[in-house]
């Protein structure tokens, strides 16, 4: 594999994407980022002087805010029309409701909503991602894709993609968060990456098809309101 172009980029890149995941002190960003403490911290304070990454009382890093205004400009229009619906479905099945699109050989999380009323909820944070291989977003851009565009996937995945384009919706549970399952759509939008409409939940007591047929209304919704 070829080296960066920019390695410093390329670090600086790979922190924010960590840092997707939750916050973390400057030891852990350097363990996770394989380089020494003083490589991280001045990484760190760069990102910090451009609102990219902010520290807390207790020296802990998280994303800034600006990448909540960087993040606003990808994809406005879908994540503008996606929003009211993932809200509706949100409040109506008090779950996390979320936009994911495909990048690279990854699913990331576009734009969530958590419901207004819910005694357990799952955060699904803008920004999150996991390969596309896991998880029911995956499943569901996977069954968009044609065959020869997959990554390597077993026999038992290619069963579940094959029966998401059947039944047109996909699920999962125990796979990228412990405990969680999540239940989605695919959401394919002429010239635009294949995206996914999802919940995720730690236990529902709507059933998948119930949820999965709501999520197709939006993602019908969504289509209309884009011309695609």
């Given at each position: 594999?070829p080296?960066?172009a920019s390695q410093?980029?390329?670090?600086?890149?790979?922190?924010?994407?960590?840092?997707?995941?939750?916050?973390?002190?400057i030891d852990?960003l350097?363990?996770?980022?394989?380089v020494?403490?003083?490589?991280a911290?001045?990484?760190?304070?760069?990102?910090?002087?451009?609102r990219?990454?902010?520290r807390?009382a207790?020296?802990?890093?998280?994303?800034?805010?600006?990448?909540?205004?960087?993040?606003?400009?990808?994809?406005?229009?879908?994540?503008?029309?996606a929003?009211?619906?993932?809200?509706?479905v949100?409040?109506e099945?008090?779950?996390?409701?979320?936009?994911a699109?495909?990048?690279?050989?990854e699913?990331?999380?576009?734009?969530?909503?958590?419901?207004?009323?819910?005694?357990?909820?799952?955060?699904?944070?803008?920004?999150?991602?996991?390969?596309?291989?896991?998880?029911?977003?995956g499943?569901?851009?996977?069954a968009?894709l044609?065959?020869?565009?997959?990554?390597?996937v077993?026999?038992?995945?290619?069963a579940?993609?094959?029966?998401?384009?059947?039944?047109?919706?996909a699920?999962?549970?125990?796979?990228?968060?412990?405990?969680?399952?999540?239940?989605?759509?695919?959401?394919?939008?002429?010239?635009?990456?294949?995206?996914?409409?999802?919940?995720v939940?730690?236990?529902?007591?709507h059933?998948?098809?119930?949820i999965a047929?709501?999520?197709?209304?939006?993602?019908?919704?969504?289509?209309?309101?884009?011309?695609?």
């Amino acid at each position: 594999m070829p080296a960066p172009a920019s390695q410093t980029l390329s670090r600086g890149i790979r922190i924010l994407e960590i840092l997707a995941d939750g916050p973390l002190s400057i030891d852990e960003l350097a363990a996770r980022l394989e380089v020494h403490r003083s490589i991280a911290y001045r990484l760190l304070r760069t990102l910090e002087d451009h609102r990219l990454v902010a520290r807390d009382a207790a020296g802990r890093a998280a994303l800034g805010p600006r990448m909540a205004a960087l993040a606003a400009g990808v994809a406005h229009d879908l994540q503008a029309e996606a929003l009211p619906e993932l809200t509706a479905v949100a409040n109506e099945f008090a779950l996390t409701a979320f936009l994911a699109v495909l990048d690279g050989d990854e699913v990331i999380t576009l734009t969530s909503v958590e419901p207004r009323h819910s005694v357990v909820g799952v955060a699904q944070r803008p920004g999150t991602r996991h390969p596309v291989t896991a998880g029911a977003p995956g499943r569901a851009i996977l069954a968009q894709l044609p065959d020869a565009e997959w990554p390597d996937v077993s026999d038992a995945l290619r069963a579940e993609v094959l029966r998401t384009r059947t039944d047109g919706y996909a699920t999962s549970h125990d796979e990228v968060i412990r405990s969680v399952g999540a239940v989605a759509v695919p959401l394919a939008l002429r010239g635009r990456r294949p995206a996914a409409l999802a919940v995720v939940h730690m236990a529902s007591r709507h059933p998948d098809a119930a949820i999965a047929a709501r999520l197709r209304e939006s993602a019908t919704a969504i289509r209309e309101a884009l011309g695609g």
